[in-house]
């Protein structure tokens, strides 16, 4: 595997360094994995890691594993299962609309956690939650819908993640000193000139429109005294990384190249934690498209498209019918996927964040549905990993709910908890502490109790 | 983010749909029966009521503004600034699309910090590119009038109206800035950077010609521009539009129409033609639906095939040919790479050498029996009765569906009998057959189409079963297959209609309302299933030529 090009450990000479502030990253991958090898082995506190989560041995008594959390707003909505990526952040069924015409379905209704906590305690840093994810994900025109995005700001207000890292870098570090800060000062200088202009051209246009569009206008406006905000905002010392090459559109959409970025992606995430430019960070791997053609660069059997591939791990699918053969291959696949994830998260980001940040960290790693061959939005697999300062969970366990099975029971309710009591842990985990309900109130409300 | 007015109307009527049955007949939308809706409905050449006509007679639903789309920005700024320029632009940046059906449209969503940004970011490129050939782009020796000349003319471009004085004063002012503390490449960055950022780029303005006081508002000269261009180009006006609105042709319906043939003559209406097809028939997700490589190994190799093949054709109906509906629904000829030919196999009768194909128009005609609309409407063979049967009620009848009620929708085929047989037993019943008794005949019609439209008369062991009795359209009836029902879309008036409302949404980027029933009407009835008359119609409508405001 690539080594990092960065030294493991970066000063951070903030003067508050010694009360951290809790960080929270959200990490997103489609499709499940192969259940059979992503479970652990063992008791709930003395248990061995699978095959697909080996590589984040060293965090296993900083981790939960969690086996039996429905992504119940998903079983409840539409979609025979297609829709758990907007649902599984926000917690609310997606209702009808005119996004996804063919289902006739619309955006989800409500924001994501990681919008909600950015709301509460966002207004700290300089971008209250910030998005990162790898090509193929679903920002381009006909890809994206609620069965693409995780991420909702609001109320049918999707969030689209930053795929670009050279943009990525640009706007997260313009103005961080560490930069020129002569150049930093003229670009700044520049936007906000931009910035008032467009003001005035807006207040113009505001007042010359008819009343009733002026909604529209004021909130314009106002996200752009927010971007002006940011764009002023100067952030406190730190190193900067260097600069990713700037890529083209057909690279950073080039399915080939997942390796590359998400690497590059997570340098960058690291970077925006460490400088405190966010406390929010949110990361997608690609959902359900693209190949595998990069793996044996990473030392894995390359395979065909992901899409295919998770449908073939099961018989489930009648028009597939697998082989036996087939499908066991399918199945290592997903396995090999997912342990190159647990490898990158582990040794790009968790490995290289200094430990003052690290400890007060918490990571929830979560796909939509448990495996892409049955699209069960059951038991779908969970990680988290808490820093060691962090205290809102009892970690290095092994937590079950229920008797999913991935072959043989994985559409019935089989006593699993749902996803909704997991994201009010995780608000109370980052000090939303009134939180009692998050996404649809008929599901569930308060905290996943066994967390604690 | 607030839902507005429009969607939430539609997804109401759905919905309320599901009380009653299956679908809420758009005969029966909004109580038109009494003809309300259609008694203030001007159209071309109908004395020209359209222009200034009293209040009370023009019927149009109500608009929100739309914003550029993606592809709307792209296209604009490629026109204004060059190819060159354009080439040096991460477009890929802007913020999503939202849809209205299956169209592309802005008008739904607001702006938020991040689609901010994302302007700047994609407004800085532009500028920055723009900023290295500033010279040029200039076109004359910088001097005070070489400046304003400038300003006035890209302002105009980039504003889409005519800039007032005092504007174009701003402007200079905010170059000499830039020009001041640096060259004229920074004041050129800086001038294009942020006028890409201003609203009445981003946003079609439509403030209307009626005072501020009215409801529904004739638009403006620039504004109808505007609707055109975006219309029928897919990019903001160009020079010669914007003279024509400024001098007032536009206001009149034979200035109207002159424009519209000169928009629709010229080969930037290429994109607009085809592209609506393609959207229209749902053919433009193609890329994304799922096929499953190991039982349809030929499909990655046809695929781009596929949509080619329906690019040409419609083009060629359209250009070439009459432009006739029909033809696009019932032609027996096509064009295809030797390769899709072959997978046409005894479809093909015989093949030219430009690629052009003659069809057995027993087995296969026109546009809803090509591969590309097949296979978009598959998802899997054993399915795509129901997506087929559903993509032909909506998309071509524009009957009204009610989403699934909840309940499992999943059928287990297995082997035990055909994919027909199995799907009539799963649906038949309880609260699925209100909408599958019409769904799947349509669908059943298609069976000799695989899941990626290639002919078959056997459905794994069994033999495929086509003939199917059509209820809930004008041409309920008894027919043996596809080809034959497809032989009698021309004579359906709701297929006309439907043809007629498909391109309404497309030109107006929003849903269309009850009081636009009337232009919907009026338009399918003057075009007499010609294409372009029917977009000139379209043009000529209270709908296109309006706005009412929305409800506060």
């Given amino acids: 595997m690539m080594g990092g090009a960065l030294a493991p450990f970066l000063p951070r000479s903030i003067a508050e360094a010694a009360t951290q502030p809790k960080r929270l990253i959200l990490v997103t991958n489609g499709q499940g994995t192969d259940m059979t090898r992503w479970r652990p082995t063992g008791s709930e506190t003395d248990f061995t890691l699978s095959y697909a989560l080996a590589p984040l041995e060293a965090y296993r008594d900083r981790m939960l594993v969690l086996d039996g959390i429905d992504n119940e707003a998903a079983i409840r909505g539409p979609g025979t299962g297609h829709f758990g990526q907007g649902t599984m952040w926000t917690g609310v069924v997606v209702p009808p609309g005119t996004v996804r015409p063919e ?14 906590i950015a709301q509460r305690i966002g207004e700290q840093t300089k971008f209250p939650a910030y998005y990162w994810g790898v090509w193929p994900i679903a920002t381009d025109g006909d890809n994206q819908g609620p069965n693409g995005i995780c991420h909702y700001r609001g109320s049918e207000d999707p969030i689209n993640p930053q795929l670009n890292p050279a943009t990525a870098f640009d706007t997260l570090f313009e103005g961080v000193m560490g930069t020129d800060p002569a150049v930093a000062a003229r670009i700044r200088a520049e936007r906000r000139s931009v910035i008032d202009l467009v003001g005035g051209e807006l207040e113009r246009v505001r007042t010359e429109m008819p009343a009733v569009d002026r909604d529209r206008f004021d909130a314009h406006l106002d996200s752009l005294r927010e971007l002006e905000k940011r764009i002023s905002q100067v952030s406190a010392v730190c190193e ?12 950073v959409r080039n399915y080939d190249l997942v390796h590359v970025f998400t690497r590059l992606q997570f340098e960058l995430m690291r970077h925006a934690l460490l400088c405190d430019l966010t406390r929010v960070a949110c990361f997608d791997w690609p959902h359900s498209e693209g190949y595998g053609n990069y793996m044996p660069e990473e030392g894995y059997r390359a395979f065909g498209s992901i899409h295919t591939v998770a449908h073939t791990m099961s018989y489930d699918t009648p028009e597939l019918m697998p082989t036996d053969e087939e499908r066991a291959i399918a199945r290592e696949d997903m396995a090999n996927l997912q342990q190159w994830r647990s490898a990158m998260l582990a040794t790009e980001l968790l490995d290289k964040l200094p430990a003052d940040v690290l400890d007060n960290t918490l990571l929830v790693w979560a796909s939509e549905m448990s495996e892409g061959g049955t699209h069960s939005n059951r038991n779908v697999p969970i990680v988290m990993i808490q820093g060691q300062g962090f205290g809102a969970f009892t970690a290095g366990r092994y937590l079950r709910w229920g008797s999913y099975d991935p072959i043989t029971n994985y559409s019935e309710y089989t006593g699993g908890q749902p996803m909704n009591k997991l994201l009010v842990s995780i608000c109370h985990a980052m000090g939303l502490d009134d939180v009692d309900v998050v996404g649809d109130a008929t599901i569930s409300t308060g905290p996943l109790e066994e967390l604690a | 983010m607030r839902r507005r007015n429009g969607i939430a109307a539609i997804a109401c009527g759905v919905w309320m749909g599901s009380a009653i049955g299956c679908y809420t007949g758009l005969d ?52 204004i600034f060059g190819e060159a320029i354009a080439a040096d632009v991460d477009f890929g940046q802007l913020p999503a699309d939202g849809k209205v059906g299956r169209f592309t449209s802005n008008a739904e969503l607001d702006v938020n910090i991040d689609s901010l940004d994302a302007y700047r970011i994609v407004a800085e490129d532009v500028g920055e590119a723009a900023g290295a050939q500033a010279a040029a782009l200039l076109g004359c020796d910088e001097d005070a009038a070489c400046v304003e000349g400038f300003v006035r003319t890209m302002g105009r471009r980039i504003y889409r109206r005519t800039l007032a004085d005092a504007e174009v004063a701003r402007i200079v002012a905010f170059w000499e800035q830039y020009r001041t503390q640096g060259t004229v490449g920074d004041a050129m960055r800086m001038v294009v950077t942020a006028l890409l950022q201003t609203p009445d780029f981003l946003y079609r303005l439509e403030r209307g010609a009626d005072g501020d006081e009215a409801e529904v508002r004739r638009l403006a000269g620039f504004e109808l521009a505007s609707r055109l261009s975006f219309f029928l180009w897919g990019q903001g006006p160009d020079d010669a539009l914007l003279d024509e609105a400024e001098a007032g042709t536009l206001d009149d319906a034979e200035g109207l129409r002159a424009a519209v043939d000169r928009l629709l003559d010229d080969p930037r209406a290429d994109e607009t033609l085809v592209g609506f097809h393609l959207t229209w028939l749902g053919i433009d997700a193609l890329q994304t639906q799922l096929v499953d490589a190991e039982r349809f190994p030929q499909y990655e190799l046809l695929r781009d095939d596929m949509v080619d093949e329906t690019r040409r054709f419609v083009l060629h109906v359209l250009r070439e040919d009459d432009g006739q509906l029909a033809t696009l629904l019932t032609a027996d000829y096509s064009f295809a790479s030797p390769e899709l030919a072959a997978f046409y196999g005894d479809g093909v009768s015989s093949t030219g050498a430009d690629g052009r194909i003659e069809l057995d128009p027993t087995l296969r005609r026109g546009l809803l029996t090509q591969a590309s609309y097949l296979t978009s409407h598959a998802r899997t063979p054993e399915r795509a009765p129901i997506y087929r049967g559903k993509s032909l009620l909506v998309d071509v009848f524009c009957k009204q569906l009610t989403p699934p009620p909840g309940v499992n929708t999943t059928i287990d085929f297995d082997s035990s009998a055909s994919a027909r047989q199995q799907i009539e037993d799963a649906t038949s019943g309880g609260a699925c057959a209100g909408c599958h008794r019409m769904i799947n005949p349509l ?62 949404r497309f030109a107006l980027s929003r849903p269309e309302g009850e009081q636009d029933e009337g232009s919907i009407a009026a338009a399918a009835s003057q075009a007499g299933g010609d294409v372009f008359e029917l977009v000139r119609a379209l043009a000529q409508t209270d709908a296109f030529t309006h706005r009412r405001l929305p409800a506060p």
Avoid at chain 1, 103 to 115: C, F, H, K, Q, R
């Fill in chain 1, 103 to 116: 289902e006739m379905l619309g955006w989800p209704t409500a924001p994501s956690i990681d919008a909600i």
């Fill in chain 2, 443 to 504: 669908g059943f019609l298609f069976e000799h189409y695989d899941g990626i439209g290639q002919f078959r008369t056997e459905d794994g062991s069994w033999p495929v079963v086509t003939e199917a009795e059509i209820v809930g359209t004008d041409l309920d009836g008894s027919y043996a297959d596809a080809p034959a029902f497809i032989e009698r879309l021309p004579d359906s008036a709701e297929v006309a209609a439907c043809v007629s409302r498909q391109w309404l």
């Fill in chain 1, 240 to 251: 900067v990384p260097t600069r990713p090459d700037d890529f083209t559109q057909d690279q």
């Fill in chain 2, 28 to 79: 029966g939308r909004g109580g038109g029966a009494d003809g309300a809706s259609e008694g203030g409905t001007t159209a071309a050449g109908e004395g020209g009521s359209s222009s200034g006509g009293a209040e009370g007679e023009v019927a149009v639903s109500p608009s929100e503004l739309s914003r550029l789309t993606r592809s709307e920005y792209q296209r604009t700024v490629t026109a």
